[in-house]
């Protein structure tokens, strides 16, 4: 289902949703049973798997790859240049992995360059600057390890 406020110029999966006022470039990867919520931009160079949350207010940028089963909250800010400015000639993408089934509070912001490790969990509005491992829990700004997930359990 793709509404029809939509623009998508890349090929979506039938059963993945993409909701009004999204905008998907056209050689983005979007992968099966996804749901894509409303006022978010996917960029060319970006990659999403399967079974893939992204909430309201999300851009994927170049360069950012989901695995299978990530949850991006709403607002969540994802980059891609370290030292942005305009027209700049020495301008280097840095890729950002999002590790699959791991899960973004809303309005984080995620620093480009770095890795989410497999089912980690980033807390509401936290910035992350470094890599986080695999099963681990970070909150604050900069972003610090709280707890291993099993702890949950």
């Known amino acids: 289902m793709i509404h029809p406020l939509s623009d998508c110029q890349a090929h979506i999966p039938e059963s993945t949703k993409v909701w009004q006022f999204c905008v998907?470039?056209?050689?983005?990867k979007i992968g099966e049973n996804c749901n894509i919520c409303s006022h978010?931009?996917?960029?060319?160079?970006?990659e999403i798997g399967n079974n893939c949350t992204i909430k309201c207010g999300v851009q994927i940028w170049d360069g950012i790859t989901l695995e299978d089963n990530v949850c991006v909250g709403a607002n969540v800010t994802f980059t891609n240049d370290r030292h942005p400015h305009a027209k700049n000639a020495a301008w280097k993408l840095e890729k950002t992995l999002i590790k699959e089934g791991a899960s973004i509070g809303a309005g984080s912001t995620i620093l480009c360059g770095i890795t989410i490790g497999e089912n980690a969990m980033i807390g509401i509005g936290s910035v992350v600057t470094k890599d986080v491992p695999a099963g681990?829990?970070?909150v604050g700004n900069p972003a610090k390890f709280l707890k291993r997930i099993e702890e949950y359990k």
Not at 24 to 28: E, F, G, Q, R, V
Not at 40 to 46: F, G, P, R, T, V
Request: glycine share 0%.
């Open 40 to 46: 978010c931009l996917i960029e060319n160079e970006a």
């Open 24 to 28: 998907i470039l056209p050689t983005a």
């Open 136 to 138: 681990e829990v970070w």
